[in-house]
């Protein structure tokens, strides 16, 4: 991890924490003994995991929804109280959208997904950042999705929501360079996690080159390279991690 001035124990925030990239990423953090801030909307979960890490590291578990600006303000100023600084975060959380043409998709089958795969991640930068620069700095991925960068048939909001998760880590790395703040997005293809679990799997498999899904934990070490000192040169980046899915 990067070198944070009277600190041990780096500070890290995930939200989405409680299941499939979230999960596995507090889980390696935990081992390392970093402070983790972990935001989920599934309560039992976190709960679950709180238990499972509590003996290994300090952990803030903070159950409510990421599209309420201030949840994600009360989350952040928990992190400031307990903690005093911010040093990695994953704006994991995410959803993804129903199989529907753009003229056959609700209204509100829209908003929900730009709302909890866009708004969430501006809110999440807009508290997580001042908490950075009173630190020193930090970096922080957010993860979009192989459709970030490419297009799919009948996901228009998943595939629209994603892109702009693409553009805004563009916008946020430009915006905080020369303040020692790293912002880079992770594209997975399809990874094992409950988002895919509706999906038949050896479908999938067969549009892979590798012929195999990717595992969440292949994607936390990705991140982990991201937060890490050997990353320092890199900010408004994009890493796809999708078994050649994209290429083809």
């Not at 929900?112 to 001042?130: E, F, G, K, T």
């Not at 991925?141 to 909001?157: Q, T």
Request: hydrophobic share 40%.
């Amino acid at each position: 991890m990067e070198n944070n001035q009277n600190l041990a124990s780096p500070v890290v925030m995930i939200s989405g924490a409680a299941s499939g990239i979230g999960k596995s990423t507090a889980l390696a953090m935990a081992e390392q003994s970093n402070r983790l801030c972990l935001l989920d909307l599934n309560k039992q979960a976190l709960e679950e995991l709180k238990l499972q890490l509590q003996e290994k590291c300090e952990i803030i578990t903070l159950c409510g929804d990421v599209t309420d600006a201030t949840f994600i303000q009360s989350a952040v100023n928990e992190i400031e109280h307990k903690f005093g600084r911010l040093d990695y975060v994953l704006n994991n959380a995410g959803m993804t959208s129903v199989s529907k043409s753009i003229t056959d998709l609700e209204f509100e089958e829209w908003h929900r997904v730009i709302d909890v795969n866009i708004h969430s991640v501006y809110y999440c930068l807009y508290y997580q950042i001042p908490l950075m620069l009173k630190s020193g700095g930090g970096s922080i991925v957010n993860i979009s999705s192989v459709l970030g960068l490419i297009g799919i048939k009948n996901r228009a909001a998943y595939v629209t929501s994603k892109h702009a998760v693409t553009g805004m880590t563009k916008a946020a790395a430009l915006d905080y360079a020369e303040e020692n703040i790293r912002v880079n997005s992770v594209h997975p293809g399809y990874i094992q996690t409950p988002l895919i679990a509706h999906i038949d799997s050896e479908m999938l498999v067969a549009k892979h080159p590798v012929k195999r899904l990717g595992t969440a934990e292949e994607v936390t070490a990705l991140v982990k390279f991201l937060w890490s000192d050997e990353a320092k040169f890199i900010t408004g980046s994009q890493y796809v991690i999708d078994g050649g899915y994209s290429i083809q």
